[in-house]
């Protein structure tokens, strides 16, 4: 289990604690039911336990962490369900934003999208790196839209999803997949195919579905 501690001194060290620990549950360096435990965390940040005790209950009110009487502090689970149904969510809102985002498309956004592509293909097995590229591509892509709270909400559900990713991320190859379909799909934006695009982005967000669920069962 790692951590990062190397944060910026404007954020409380609760903040600090809350966003290290953020990015080692969705990147699964952290599992799913994996105990969190408070004086391990508070020795790493050579802080007291009170703002671990806050940074707890931050990340327990965006759900990525669980309490439970006489275990403590986990990493929240992964549930099956939850997986179905926050990608049935995105499958109903990202393909239209990609749609409509074709026909507005240009070379700046393009430009903006490869950069995050190339990030993710330099990444390596670096799992947060490869979430926040991952993130920023989406981002790039939307944007034209012109669909503020649409895009919002997308953004909303991918966060939401973002540790289901990041654990099939670490357990499996998809992340070259995925990698690999964003650049097809980028293609298809500049080409302006808003239709093709809002296919083949459906089809990508049910097979990155399909590769989590059987590590859930």
Known sequence: MQYQSALPQRRSIAGEIADSLRIAIVSADIGPN?????????RRFDASHAPVREALRQLAAEGLVVHAVNRGTRAAPLEHDEAIEVGELRGKIEPDLARLAAGRFGSDDADRARREIARMAD??????????ANKAFHDAIYAPAGKPLATALAGQLRARYARYLGY?????????VSSD??????????AGDGKAAAGFLSAHIWATTD????LLD
Do not use: F, S
């Not at 990444?123 to 926040?132: F, P, Q, V, Y």
């Not at 099939?168 to 070259?176: E, P, Q, S, Y």
């Open 34 to 42: 994996e105990p969190i435990r408070q004086d391990h965390i508070a």
């Open 168 to 176: 099939v991320w670490r357990k499996t190859g998809h992340a070259r």
């Open 181 to 190: 379909e964003h650049a097809e799909l980028l293609d298809m934006l500049v």
């Open 123 to 132: 990444a390596g097995d670096d799992i947060a790196t490869l979430m926040e």
């Open 211 to 214: 590769a989590i669920l059987p």
